[in-house]
């Protein structure tokens, strides 16, 4: 007969629960969810074991951390060993919530875990009524230690995120397609506006930008006349085009118009001129980003379809952690429940129908090269993830298997093996760490020691903190101990001098 223990993770420490008639009590599993919100009852089968509070605030961070990652901490392995280490002759079972955490812990101290059958109803009461099974223990204790701990938590995480710079992406080309359709509407706006007193210079210049300069150039048509050649021939970067410019302006059909309707007309086209240059600063910025967060997707399928794939996954991580048949699809999700509610084909590309490997297929060859593309992108993605030093190498790489791969759908050509290029990529990459200048190296080691004092002063800080508060609970025996042991210290390096 095995007894069961329950280890529950709180804010405040971890606490160990022991099950009484464990194998009775799991042949009654609807019983045990009826009076898991009953505390006499439940407190008849579940008693509090042990208990192990953290020490500080960053100890309870670091725990919850490798927790949430499916490891073992040093804290929860010091504990489950000291307690299991007494009870060596009797058969234990340890109920966890977390099948990952299990695993780590059963091969660590070898004790079998379960989080199945009656365990999950039972996690379930000791967090109900956690505060009345730990003695000294209030609810508004136990609350207190989770916002602190939450809060803490939530502020690591947005801190990752933040080193890892995707969400200046996601808002990037969220702005990126609103200046688009913007400019678009206003380009539009202006020709209409401008057309009604010089109509022939739409034919002319066809380009929204190039219009809305020209029209802020010209202003009054009558004004039109050879000396302003020079200039016209800047901004349409067309002498041609400058000349029948100044010659339409000449035999115009448009209507007169007034000053005050100008000046509207030349500042609306002032500000579409500024919003497609700032256009193409914010394209700049976006390029820049993604090779510093994302190269080897950018050097895949550009910035913008990159852009565009982790943006629709919410982070680069959630993108690296999707399967390269959702990368195919991502973007088309309404055709892909209308195919399956309809039961007609399901979608073929998504997202990744922009980039220009799919445009450059057959029509026979769109499908199969969407998905060697999708593949591909989830590897790249991958690799910018959790490659700690980025390079572009790994991208380029993928990018020539694509082409070799639309040559093979072609022409017949045999393309390399993946092993191959990826064994090629890897001593490239190897190569381009090797060669990179011993400043960036010296730089990232000074910000690792730094980081690492950092650490080691907070933590030295709270550990200070907390024994001064025992010191102050448990009285001036403990403070009177540690000089003792200092002086004892400073005797032993005098006599090593002496000596």
């Not at 069961?4 to 160990?16: F, I, K, N, Q, R």
């Not at 099948?99 to 379960?114: D, R």
């Not at 010209?218 to 029948?244: F, N, Y």
């Not at 550990?463 to 001064?468: D, L, M, Q, R």
Request: net charge positive.
């Amino acid at each position: 007969m095995s007894n069961l223990y329950v280890l529950y993770e709180h804010a405040a420490g971890y606490a160990l629960f022991s099950v009484k008639e464990f194998e009775e009590v799991s042949m009654f599993l609807p019983q045990v969810e009826s009076s898991v919100t009953d505390i006499s009852k439940f407190n008849s089968i579940v008693k509090l074991a042990g208990f192990a509070p953290f020490k500080t605030a960053i100890a309870a961070l670091e725990n919850i951390n490798a927790i949430s990652e499916g490891i073992v901490p040093e804290d929860l392995l010091h504990f489950l060993d000291d307690f299991f280490a007494k009870l060596k002759k009797k058969k234990c079972t340890l109920g966890i919530a977390d099948a990952k955490l299990g695993a780590a812990i059963t091969e660590s101290i070898g004790v079998a875990c379960s989080h199945f059958g009656v365990v999950p109803e039972i996690l379930r009461g000791i967090r109900f009524h956690f505060a009345k099974l730990v003695k000294g223990f209030t609810d508004k204790s136990a609350g207190v230690a989770q916002l602190g701990l939450g809060h803490s938590y939530s502020r690591a995480k947005v801190k990752f995120n933040v080193h890892r710079s995707d969400n200046m992406i996601i808002q990037s080309i969220a702005l990126l397609d609103q200046l688009d359709k913007d400019v678009n509407t206003f380009s539009m706006r202006i020709r209409e506006w401008y057309s009604y007193h010089f109509p022939e210079l739409v034919k002319i210049v066809p380009d929204n930008y190039m219009f809305a300069k020209a029209a802020k150039f010209i202003k009054d048509r009558k004004d039109l006349t050879q000396d302003k050649l020079e200039d016209l021939e800047q901004i349409v970067m067309d002498s041609a085009k400058a000349q029948a410019i100044i010659d339409a302006g000449k035999m115009s059909m448009g209507m007169d118009i007034s000053i005050v309707d100008l000046m509207n007309i030349e500042l609306f086209a002032e500000r579409v001129v500024k919003l497609s240059e700032y256009r193409k600063k914010l394209s700049t910025y976006l390029h820049n980003k993604m090779n510093l967060v994302a190269p080897n997707l950018q050097s895949l399928i550009g910035d913008q379809v990159g852009a565009r794939l982790i943006s629709h996954a919410g982070s680069l991580t959630n993108l690296a952690k999707y399967p390269a048949s959702t990368v195919q699809i991502l973007g088309a999700e309404k055709a892909l429940f209308r195919a399956l509610k309809t039961r007609s084909n399901t979608p073929k590309y998504g997202l990744i129908y922009h980039s220009s490997f799919i445009g450059r297929a057959g029509l026979k060859n769109k499908g199969r090269i969407s998905r060697f593309l999708a593949n591909k992108c989830s590897i790249a993605s991958r690799i910018d993830c959790f490659l700690e030093q980025p390079t572009s190498v790994f991208g380029e790489s993928l990018k020539q298997q694509v082409e070799d791969r639309l040559k093979f759908y072609e022409s017949g050509d045999v393309p390399r093996k993946n092993i191959e290029v990826m064994k090629e990529a890897m001593e490239a990459a190897g190569q381009e760490i090797a060669d990179a200048p011993q400043s960036e190296k010296k730089k990232n080691k000074k910000k690792k020691r730094q980081a690492e004092a950092d650490t080691n002063g907070t933590s030295n800080g709270n550990g200070t903190a907390a024994a001064g508060e025992e010191v102050a609970a448990n009285g001036n025996a403990e403070a009177d101990g540690e000089p003792k042991k200092k002086k004892k210290k400073k005797n032993k390096n005098k006599q090593a001098v002496e000596a």
